[in-house]
């Protein structure tokens, strides 16, 4: 083990949850914190470097997409699952625990898990972060208020901590910010690990944004330290990987093989996923990425074959294959179905059957109203936990075929709705939300990823919108449409002065990041590390030393 420093500067307790705070951030779980972030730094440091290395060696051209995965000879299978790992047919998602009410209600919910979130679904304000880890505690204790009184009765909770690229601000070990997701982890497990594994019910995990297998091997690493560290059973840990990076789809059997003894599965992410794409080659005019509510669906060859090469890699090693979220809801003020509500509900089961068609073995919704109808597709379609017995014929999916963007343009629909979401999800993560709704369907990181991704692709290249003759994309026409939709939202919201000045604000935000020479990597690393976010959710908070 490496020398472990004492030296551990942390934010003091948000305003009203002194109680909390204390519970959470006991010496014995600071200390666990500095030995986990002083073990596993410089490993995440050298990823860190990697990705950029990787980014330089693609802005050459140097990179050729092509399948390098050196596990895809070798006979191996993951660990056998736990019993109630086995069917995972449906996940509540980006539910974040800061959230109670909404926490709570999950846990009483007939779904097999929910994605607690502290990644996509969750804003990381200091109170967020604090509120949430100390849910998770009570939850997992049978102590949180309203919750169900048998843990055992819980759906599983899969743990999504932040990614790599996000940094907690308010945590300094030894002179430098911590890296978020050291920092989630480490306080999770230190509460948690123990009890979950007791009662038989974790600790399992969702890891995102995953870019190549070092990044697994290191939360391999990661989870077998903490084992031993911990003194769970090796193998306790779980995890199914979201594979929603462009480079990753790759990788996937090395990814999985990486992690084969805390393995669960991996996870298709559409919008984070096509967002990569833009990310990775968006300079490119082959790669341009057409409207996406009119273009962009599980039924284009690019997403289809990328689909079919993870239940193929997932089920020949004995892993389960699962699809993304469901964005949709139901009107609000509802507590039941309504005839009216029909086609919402049909919309998803249509979607998702593609998923369960090609052999997935899961997926995520957000709304809880829909789960009854969804377990009744479920029912309908399969008989068994899971598809591990379906394996899609690979044989002519190509690497290149995996960046096969389909042809079709630009709408001025689909232009305004990315610059709705994406200004909108900066105005409410400037309030300390990780999500919104709007226009029938709930909004998160991943599609303002994408959304922000294609307006800035879309005024780099000049887009032509195609039912607009002459028109093409400038920032000068999406200066405009923000105006508009701002002014739109003063005369339909009833709109405070703050409230003003933070919209203000996310327009110029959101016209910086649309508008820079070269791309920026996450949305939420931008937001997260600004000026205007820090300054507005942690003003007060001062540093308590632990020395």
């Given at each position: ?452 991704s294609q307006l800035w692709q879309w005024i780099r290249m000049g887009a032509i919108i195609e039912d607009t003759e002459g028109t093409f994309v400038t920032r000068k026409l999406v200066y405009q449409m923000l105006d508009q939709i701002i002014s739109n939202a003063y005369r339909l919201w009833c709109i405070t002065p703050p409230d003003r000045k933070r919209l203000l604000s996310s327009k110029y935000m959101l016209l910086d990041i649309i508008s820079t020479r070269n791309y920026i990597e996450f949305i939420t690393t931008h937001l997260n590390d600004g000026h205007k976010f820090r300054t507005l959710h942690n003003k007060n908070d001062g540093l308590m030393a632990k020395l």
């Amino acid at each position: 083990m490496k020398n472990c420093p004492s030296r551990i500067l942390i934010e003091s307790s948000p305003h009203r949850l002194e109680s909390a705070y204390k519970e959470v951030f006991t010496d014995a779980a600071l200390d666990f914190l500095v030995e986990l972030v002083s073990e596993f730094d410089q490993d995440v440091d050298l990823i860190l470097q990697n990705r950029v290395k990787r980014r330089v060696l693609l802005e050459q051209g140097d990179w050729i997409p092509e399948f390098k995965n050196h596990s895809e000879k070798l006979e191996w299978k993951i660990d056998e699952l736990p019993q109630r790992l086995r069917n995972r047919k449906l996940d509540l998602g980006d539910v974040s625990p800061a959230n109670t009410v909404h926490f709570v209600d999950c846990l009483y919910a007939d779904v097999q898990g929910i994605q607690v979130d502290f990644d996509d679904g969750h804003c990381p304000t200091w109170r967020n972060t604090v509120l949430g880890l100390y849910n998770v505690a009570k939850a997992v204790q049978g102590t949180l208020k309203g919750a169900p009184a048998d843990v055992r009765s819980y759906p599983l909770l899969m743990l999504r901590p932040r990614a790599f690229n996000m940094i907690e601000h308010h945590c300094i070990i030894n002179g430098k910010e911590v890296i978020g997701p050291l920092f989630d982890f480490a306080i999770l497990m230190y509460h948690n690990a123990r009890t979950m594994v007791e009662l038989g019910i974790g600790p399992y995990f969702y890891l995102s944004k995953i870019e190549d297998p070092s990044e697994t091997e290191l939360w391999n690493k990661i989870f077998c330290w903490t084992e031993h560290r911990l003194d769970i059973p090796k193998g306790s840990i779980k995890a199914c990987v979201l594979i929603e990076n462009i480079l990753a789809a790759f990788r996937m059997e090395d990814i999985l093989y990486s992690l084969k003894n805390h393995a669960i599965g991996l996870n298709c992410g559409i919008w984070d996923y096509c967002a990569s794409i833009v990310a990775k080659f968006g300079k490119r005019e082959k790669f341009l990425l057409p409207d996406r509510n009119k273009y962009v669906n599980m039924g284009q060859p690019f997403l289809r074959n990328y689909m079919r090469l993870l239940v193929n890699v997932c089920h020949k090693r004995n892993a389960l294959a699962t699809g993304g979220m469901a964005a949709k809801v139901l009107p609000s003020g509802k507590e039941k179905l309504e005839l009216s509500d029909e086609h919402i509900i049909e919309a998803v089961k249509l979607a998702k059957s593609v998923e369960i068609d090609a052999g997935g073995d899961g997926f995520i919704i957000y709304d809880l109203r829909m789960v009854g109808a969804i377990n009744e597709l479920w029912e309908q379609k399969i008989h068994t936990d899971n598809q591990l017995n379906v394996i899609p014929n690979v044989d002519r999916i190509t690497a290149s075929s995996l960046l096969q963007i389909p042809s079709g343009g630009v709408t001025i629909t689909g232009l305004n709705n990315n610059i709705t979401v994406a200004l909108l999800f900066i105005y409410h993560w400037l309030t300390g939300s990780g999500i919104f709704f709007l226009n029938g369907s709930v909004e998160d990181s991943a599609t303002a990823e994408i959304s922000r991704s294609q307006l800035w692709q879309w005024i780099r290249m000049g887009a032509i919108i195609e039912d607009t003759e002459g028109t093409f994309v400038t920032r000068k026409l999406v200066y405009q449409m923000l105006d508009q939709i701002i002014s739109n939202a003063y005369r339909l919201w009833c709109i405070t002065p703050p409230d003003r000045k933070r919209l203000l604000s996310s327009k110029y935000m959101l016209l910086d990041i649309i508008s820079t020479r070269n791309y920026i990597e996450f949305i939420t690393t931008h937001l997260n590390d600004g000026h205007k976010f820090r300054t507005l959710h942690n003003k007060n908070d001062g540093l308590m030393a632990k020395l």
